[in-house]
């Protein structure tokens, strides 16, 4: 079965710190991995994507992820936190056989002036 | 740009009540549409999803519908709302090739 895990509930980072939010993913065929970003009380907001190509890829706000296709990974991460970042994030993965979107259950960041 | 429009923003309803919500979205066409509740602001889980004017799938069987009476427009509805349907919920549209999903402001709604 396909799936997407994002191991940790909630990733506290101190404001200047560079941040890393994880994700992993199991599917049949080649992925396209996404990340998401959910403000409170808002709608979910692309951050960017992995189709394929360079597998370093660089997204809204200053947000870059890394695929890792040996490790099944897609993290997320900025050089360097700021209070506005934190969010709720969201990994998620398709493939090229099945359109459907498989989520993780999602990551709380919160950055600490 | 393609913009995509949901409301109410907020709603409370008492039990037994029915529901509509709706859904527009400007600047394209013939996209996928979907709508997703969110329970507990967390995970997400795809309710009904629409690949043209009347084509409904559904993913939970469940006390709503969906139905799409417009190409770019996406109504979620109930006859007779439960206390467990309480939650947020979220309209979505992708391009058919791109698929990236796009999300709207979301509703929530409160059964009483």
């Known amino acids: 079965a396909q799936s997407v895990a994002q191991p940790e509930d909630q990733v506290n980072v101190a404001e200047g710190n560079p941040l890393t939010v994880k994700c992993t993913y199991s599917?049949?065929?080649?992925?396209?991995l996404f990340w998401y970003v959910q403000y409170p009380n808002r709608g979910l907001q692309f951050l960017l994507k992995?189709?394929?190509?360079d597998n370093l890829v660089k997204g809204s706000y200053g947000f870059e992820a890394e695929f890792n296709k040996s490790q099944t990974s897609f993290h997320l991460k900025k050089p360097s936190a700021l209070v506005s970042d934190s969010a709720l994030y969201f990994c998620?993965?398709?493939?090229?056989?099945?359109?459907?979107?498989?989520w993780g259950a999602g990551t709380k960041l919160i950055i600490k002036p | 740009s393609q913009t995509i429009h949901q409301w109410p923003a907020t709603l409370v309803q008492p039990v037994g009540s029915p529901l509509s919500l709706e859904c527009t979205v400007e600047g394209t066409s013939n996209p996928n549409l979907y709508w997703y509740r969110q329970a507990a602001g967390r995970g997400l889980q795809l309710l009904f999803y629409s690949v043209g004017i009347g084509q409904i799938s559904s993913e939970v069987p469940q006390n709503l519908s969906a139905s799409r009476p417009q190409d770019r427009q996406f109504i979620l509805s109930s006859k007779k709302l439960l206390l467990s349907d309480s939650g947020f919920y979220l309209c979505a549209w992708s391009e058919r090739v791109r698929n990236t999903i796009y999300f709207g402001e979301g509703s929530w709604l409160t059964v009483v």
């Open positions: 599917v049949s065929g080649n992925p396209y």
């Open positions: 992995y189709i394929t190509g």
């Open positions: 998620a993965v398709r493939t090229d056989s099945n359109y459907q979107l498989i």
